[in-house]
């Protein structure tokens, strides 16, 4: 086992989880002498694909999807280079009791006969929804990877970061802002309701706002986490898409070591 010192780095990233992984790969990336520490025997955090069942099986234990990847972190550490391969879930099917079902694909003409099967109201409403949520990707998008503004500081530096924000949401306008302000407290169940009809489509719509949450669809914020999941993309610039890695979340992650000790990191 290799012992190293604390003097040896710039840097000690404590986690190897998909996050410490990143944080390692980019500070390696820009030239820091990187050292990442993990309890276990293995990276991923909850991003690990694992055999528990032997040899022949190998199982996604805790994360089984990649979604909100930026494509700038695709890029930076050149990740395909490494082995990230993703497939995008595209379309999506629901059965009902009463043997109707929804389907909705990719093709803009084949999802709108879909949701008419339901409702016309909610066939027209749906290319209006995809122009709001495309808007919100626009100027949300790109704050996901960038630092906050100190607001009131009169450092240069902060000034400028907070003139390059107010220029980012300057086509919003006052309805704009009031749009995305609300979102952190209202629930997906409310605004599913301003824009659709059917009880088919909104349940379909609300299991982004819910996911990964110990929440329900008439729960507060719930309509910001929808906003959130449609902000991403796994790398192919479809707007919330959702896709399944070769080799399940493990393969991610091994991608994101790979990449990491590529540009120096221990």
Do not use: C
């Amino acid at each position: 086992m290799s012992t190293h010192s604390p003097s040896q780095f710039d840097v000690i990233v404590v986690g190897g989880g998909h996050n410490g992984l990143v944080a390692a790969g980019l500070l390696a990336r820009r030239g820091a002498r990187v050292l990442l520490l993990e309890r276990r025997e293995v990276v991923g955090g909850a991003a690990i694909t694992e055999q528990p069942f032997g040899p022949d099986f190998k199982v996604t234990s805790l994360s089984y999807v990649v979604s909100l990847m930026p494509p700038t972190i695709i890029r930076e550490l050149e990740l395909p280079k490494h082995g990230y391969r993703v497939h995008a879930q595209h379309g999506y099917f629901v059965p009902y009791p009463d043997g109707r079902y929804l389907q909705l694909p990719d093709d803009k003409t084949a999802r709108r006969a879909q949701i008419a099967k339901f409702s016309e109201k909610d066939a027209d409403a749906m290319e209006e929804w995809d122009a709001w949520l495309g808007g919100l990707a626009k100027v949300l998008g790109p704050m996901l990877t960038a630092i906050p503004p100190n607001l009131g500081s009169l450092n240069p530096k902060d000034l400028w970061a907070q003139a390059k924000l107010a220029y980012q949401m300057r086509d919003l306008g006052v309805k704009g802002v009031a749009e995305i302000t609300r979102l952190f407290t209202m629930s997906i169940a409310d605004l599913l309701e301003e824009y659709f009809e059917s009880p088919q489509m909104k349940g379909v719509l609300s299991v982004s706002g819910v996911i990964g949450t110990w929440a329900g669809p008439r729960s507060a914020g719930t309509a910001y986490v929808m906003a959130h999941h449609k902000i991403g993309d796994v790398g192919e610039g479809q707007m919330g898409s959702w896709g399944f890695p070769e080799g399940g979340m493990g393969g991610v992650t091994q991608a994101l070591k790979r990449a990491a000790e590529s540009f120096g990191a221990v």
